[in-house]
């Protein structure tokens, strides 16, 4: 599909990031005892973390442990696009939003649309979700080798 010795080529794939499953139910925690500590009917508050849990599962496995075939695994540069991999439909062509994504030396917050889609979509991806290599490397491309 691509020449192996462009120097533009980039592919990386990650996994489930500990840290960041652990601050997510952490928060999860908080915002349960936050619930329970507002002053109002008991039913409502049962009501309230019923649909926080439903959102925390739902975050969780798509987003966090990559559960279902509709989670981005992978992230590759070819000489003329972006592309993001899911179990579903494979590797899709991307437009990446630069000027929106945030790269940071502990985590980059990927922001981009799928080629022929309005939507936007992110990908929080913290240093432990990759080999350090990669992370660099994605680092690099991100900051300075985007349009």
């Not at 192996?4 to 592919?11: Q, V």
């Amino acid at each position: 599909m691509y020449n192996l010795l462009d120097s533009n080529l980039f592919e990386c794939h990650w996994h489930v990031s500990k840290r960041l499953y652990y601050l997510f139910l952490i928060l999860y925690g908080v915002a349960l005892l936050i619930v329970f500590q507002l002053p109002m009917v008991f039913g409502w508050q049962i009501l309230i973390a019923v649909i926080l849990s439903i959102y925390v599962i739902r975050v969780l496995r798509k987003h966090i442990l990559f559960i279902l075939p509709t989670s981005f695994t992978a992230l590759r540069r070819t000489s003329n696009n972006w592309l993001v991999y899911n179990q579903q439909i494979g590797w899709q062509v991307i437009k990446l939003l630069s000027s929106e994504s945030v790269v940071l030396s502990g985590v980059i917050i990927l922001q981009f649309s799928i080629e022929g889609d309005r939507k936007r979509l992110s990908l929080c991806l913290p240093f432990d979700v990759m080999l350090e290599s990669d992370y660099r490397k994605l680092k690099v491309y991100l900051r300075y080798l985007t349009e």
